[in-house]
């Protein structure tokens, strides 16, 4: 695999090379930049596989240079100190990212990953871009895979998620469901600061997919599209209050 390295800080550059070398020496570091001008040359020149880009440099941010790009035949990984913001609409686009200092076992995990992984990654970007439009603004779109194919869905167009044993199955407004590879509990920290609330063990539901709450034999709730989900006892009263606050 041919991978350039992009990040202004040279010890940053550095310590990937390095850990590469121990952690999958099958790599190959074709070029390397310290800003947006130069990187973008060697994205150009070397044609890679795998691209470690730094977001904030001198001469501008890893996200100027991807705007600059007209096509993404590579697979991504940010480098990146703490930015919250950024990392929550990397966790949207289904982006991989390193925290510096970076630790070589989360290197490790992100080279295996990328190696089983085939993306569309035309709309993983098309997901960031948006997501990272307005900074004060939440994400609009997730990006979803499942064993086939890669989904960009709108995060209003979700009505429930329902758990399968590590899979989790979403349904869509106007669309069939979808079976993703992760855990509901990974999905509940992404959504639940966007109004989703977990009812349930095995149910995360959109609350503003509600249509009407039966509390006869038991509590459940009927979404909008006529899935009846139910509701745990110690949820009952939470889910009430969240309510009463849209």
């Not at 590469?20 to 099958?26: K, R, Y």
């Not at 001198?58 to 990984?77: C, I, K, P």
């Not at 289904?94 to 990953?113: F, G, H, M, Q, S």
């Amino acid at each position: 695999m041919r991978a350039v390295i992009i990040d202004d800080e040279k010890n940053a550059r550095e310590t990937v090379k390095g850990m590469l070398s121990f952690i999958a020496n099958d790599i190959e570091i074709a070029g390397e930049a310290d800003g947006v001008k130069k990187g973008l040359e060697i994205i150009h020149r070397y044609a890679p596989e795998l691209v470690f880009l730094d977001i904030h440099m001198q001469d501008g941010t890893g996200f100027d240079l991807l705007r600059r790009l007209e096509s993404y035949d590579f697979a991504l990984v940010f480098l990146t100190a703490h930015d919250n913001y950024a990392l929550e609409a990397f966790r949207f686009a289904a982006i991989d990212y390193l925290l510096k200092p970076i630790d070589p076992d989360e290197l490790k995990n992100t080279i295996e990953r990328i190696r089983k992984q085939s993306s569309d990654n035309a709309k993983v970007m098309d997901a960031l871009f948006e997501n990272l439009q307005k900074a004060t603004s939440s994400p609009r779109k997730i990006v979803l895979k499942s064993s086939d194919a890669l989904h960009l869905v709108f995060i209003d167009d979700i009505i429930h998620c329902e758990s399968s044993d590590n899979y989790t199955r979403f349904f869509l407004k106007g669309q069939k469901p979808l079976l993703i590879s992760q855990s509901l509990k990974n999905f509940e920290k992404m959504l639940a600061p966007l109004g989703f609330f977990r009812v349930h063990q095995s149910h995360l539901i959109n609350l503003s997919h509600i249509s009407k709450i039966d509390r006869k034999d038991g509590c459940h709730v009927e979404m909008n599209d006529g899935t009846e989900v139910p509701v745990a006892v110690r949820k009952k009263d939470i889910l009430m209050k969240r309510l009463e606050e849209l």
